[in-house]
């Protein structure tokens, strides 16, 4: 059986579920930060953080319009992330 990569859905990441701790890329910077992010705006919801592989943009637009911010506001908050 094979994987198509295009379909595989992301669900809300985990303390147990972060992918590459060193992985600076916006994607990988997400994966590491999500479960703090979401305690910080929890009004965010599970759909709008499902986005399946090469859709990263349109969930950070969700994320924008449920936290009334601008995209690049969102990607600032994921580069810049300390807890």
Do not use: C
Request: glycine share 4%; net charge negative.
């Amino acid at each position: 059986m094979s994987l198509d990569k295009d379909n595989i859905k992301h669900h809300g990441y985990t303390e147990d579920s972060k992918l590459n701790p060193s992985d600076d890329s916006l994607e990988g910077r997400w994966s590491n930060i999500q479960a703090d992010y979401r305690k910080k705006h929890p009004n965010i919801t599970d759909e709008d953080v499902d986005f399946k592989s090469g859709e990263f943009d349109h969930m950070i637009a969700s994320i924008a319009r449920r936290t009334n911010r601008s995209t690049e506001d969102i990607k600032n908050d994921i580069r810049n992330w300390n807890k």
